[in-house]
């Protein structure tokens, strides 16, 4: 019987992730959660991380024990879970400061992993319903939805300016008009023409 | 050995060259077997509808090989990785669909300056013209007529691709300036054509489209062809082009799935695996009568690749842009620094295309240069500057077709099914260099002159990574006028092997400084052309002829 609920596991990288994702513990989800809240602060109508579940799309993204993390993010589950176990409670319990205390360490000492945990956190944050309404609440963002498809962007989109088009002045050689031009002197490789003429070739 | 088929012509590679090929030459009724490496791609493959469609473009999307690492894929090894897609479709099925025709000064750069390796084509523009114009009604071209910057083009199957915000902000910088600017052609529908729905302006162009509105050869000249009774083999990967007595006699294959080589004889062989794959193939097919590889007696196999010169600039506007609706690779583009004028420096030319943005993770991760939105205390307000306020203006410059820039195979690493991977090497020739530093001030102007930009970057000379992206693959079996400077004659027909074509972006003599993919496919039309009206000449002669003695169509 076909299992329905995970994903094939084969050779290539599935659309949309692993199914079923990563389930973290407790603690490695404070931990996620707490990280993530330091890298993109709450404010301005927009929700912090932790409220608007980054970690399951998070989870579907980190590839599963056993499996090499050959395409992007890069996250094995195993090295990430250690990670996070290594951050610890102690880590979700710090205050902001400590905590970007922290990060700034990672950044500096674990680029790789650093980059990559933020690279993971900002796609996840900015695939979330929630904060695609908050971004709906900029001038600049009030038409943005949660994916390109299927609605697409026509029954909002500005089309050219006739007008401005009627301006539009250009012009271009004709196959006969084509002459030689002077080549810059300073090029620093002589040119196959010159070569020639020079009988070197 | 399995038993072998038998056809009249053999095509190679299913993407923008074979795919225009097989159906045109399906269409006269002549008898076809393709053969192709991937499979086919499933509407539902693309990422548009995902919550991770912006992380896609990264993993499973990702432009390059080497990181999609797909089981039909091969490494590409070298200092660059250049960008394809291995599928029914090739590497049409993420390209931008961007569909300006080259000008006709671009047949003649031998004549204007012959710098490097550049020879004239050994066609015009007015001969290529009735080729172009097949291809696009073929495939559904969007477009505005009335351009003065290039020839007349007849009518696209539909009306321009809308500007948006972006358009008319920089549409109006360009009018500021006096600058040449019109709407960009593009292979993507804007009127129902077929099977295929118009494009709804999803923004989300260079991962294929799973409405079909992209003129990805799949879904433009693949259904046609299969109608007419092509013989379409995925998953078909080809080892070796066979030859016998100076002419090609098909080709052994290795069937990805199951392991087995077969082999299909042809009258005519026709190879058409884009500039990399199909040197790669030409050169894996050394064998007796040709020890360098198959049409490589003049060394020429592989040689003066191009990929155009780049450099991208992001602005960020004091204004809403709102760059995540509409195509996104070109919305508009000037040509008014496309000629060579030598006083700048260099020569050759370049075109100013702007484009849009992605979504609210590309803008948070940087856009198109790396101009990341701080983590921390800074994020918010740096997002919410820049979102939805950005528009792309990307120096396209021709590249010189510099003869050490070139495919070779690599000795020790092996595809998925054992064979040699290619190897790369390409770097700018300081005139390119020089083009596309003046080319960034030039972007510059245009914004300003659009006005109210509050940050601008851009990823330098050579496109997002610093070594040339190479989006466009050029160049490396090209065309040209006679034995010793080319890889085949005017009818893509090697100099070498009278009955093996070549009809991919291998075959252009020079680049231009537009996207490629009308040209190759508009040289692909007249060399089906040709074979479909001359293959009885084809199948008699045992010497390539040169130029002047060809049949005519």
Known sequence: ?201 | MAAYTETDVLVIGAGAGGGAVSKRLSDAGIKVVCLEQGDWVHAMDHPHMYDGWELERKRSWSFEPNVRKFPEDYPVTGNTTPYTFTGVGGSTLHYAAAWPRFKPVDFRKGTEHGVEGTIDWPISYEELEPFYAINDAEIGVARRTGDPGNPARPEGWGPASRGGKVGHKMGSGFDKLGWHWWPADNAILTRTKDNRLACNDCGFCLAGCPRHSIASTDVSYWPAALRNGVDLRVNARVEQINAKNGRATGATYIDRVTGQRHEVRAGIVVVAANSIGTPRLLLMSAQQGHPDGLANSNGLVGTHLMYHSWSFVDFWFDEPLEGFKGPEPAVLYSQEFYDSDPSRGFVNGFSLQVGTSLGAATSALGTNTGNLAPWGAGHRSFFNEHFGRHALIYVQGEDLPVRTNRVTLDPDVKDSSGLPAPHVHYELHENDRRLVEWGQQRAREAADAAGGVIDTTTSGIGGIDGPPPGWHIMGTCRMGNTPEDSVTNKWNQTWDVPNLFITDASSLTTGAAVNPTSTLQAVAVRAAEYIKRRHRDIASQTTTPSNADAPAL
């Not at chain 1, 109508?45 to 993390?69: H, K, M, Q």
């Open chain 1, 1 to 201: 019987m076909t299992d329905l609920s995970v994903t094939p596991r084969d050779t290539k990288p599935p659309l949309g992730g692993w199914l079923p994702g990563i389930r973290l513990t407790e603690t490695q989800a404070a931990v996620l959660n707490a990280a993530a809240d330091e890298l993109i602060p709450g404010g301005d109508g927009f929700p912090p991380p932790s409220e608007v579940d980054v970690i399951s799309f998070i989870g579907r993204y980190v590839t599963p024990s056993g499996l090499e993390p050959r395409w992007f993010p890069f996250l094995g589950e195993d090295d990430f879970r250690a990670r996070l176990d290594g951050l610890g409670q102690e880590f979700a319990d710090a205050t902001p400061v400590q905590r970007v205390t922290v990060l700034e360490g990672l950044e500096r000492d674990e680029q790789e992993f650093f980059t990559r945990l933020r690279d993971v956190v900002y796609h996840a944050y900015y695939s979330r319903p929630e904060v695609i309404r908050a971004i709906n609440r900029l001038p600049a963002g009030r038409d943005y939805r949660n994916s390109p498809q299927p609605y697409g962007y026509s029954d909002v989109m500005d089309d050219w300016d006739d007008e401005l088009l009627s301006r539009v002045r250009g012009t271009y050689i004709r196959t006969e008009e084509v002459r030689r031009v002077a080549i810059p002197a300073d090029l620093p490789m002589c040119s196959a023409r010159q070569a020639r003429e020079a009988g070197e070739n």
